[in-house]
């Protein structure tokens, strides 16, 4: 299994403010969504991941309505509520060949915490 690469509070709050490329994949349930999530992130629930970094381009844009990021993409992160998922779906687009693909391990728990939400 790859190592999977990880991303801080910190890295994640500065690429959010200025990189324009970023996929912010989160992978909780629809109703953990609902509840709260990250601005500017994507919901793909993580039996889902698989299957559409597998699609066409042209059909990832239409079902979650952003560009398909290539397969060297340098910002594509995975987040969860606490890790655990996000490092299963950031496994899965390693193994899809997503070299650069990371987890957000503090998850919507740190963020909202620091965030005060």
């Avoid at 910190?10 to 109703?31: F, I, M, P, S, Y």
């Amino acid at each position: 299994m790859a190592v999977t690469k990880e991303i801080s509070y910190v890295d994640l709050k500065a690429l959010l403010g200025k990189c324009q490329n970023l996929l912010l994949v989160d992978v909780r349930t629809k109703e953990e969504v609902d509840k709260g999530h990250i601005p500017g992130s994507v919901h793909i629930p993580l039996d889902a991941v698989e299957a559409a970094f597998t699609m066409e381009p042209e059909d990832f844009k239409a079902k979650y309505g952003v560009t398909k990021p290539p397969l060297d993409a340098p910002e594509l992160v995975f987040q969860c509520q606490m890790g655990r998922r996000g490092a299963m779906a950031t496994a899965k687009a390693h193994e899809q060949g997503y070299v650069n693909a990371r987890n957000y391990a503090g998850g919507y728990k740190e963020w909202s915490d620091k965030e005060g939400k």
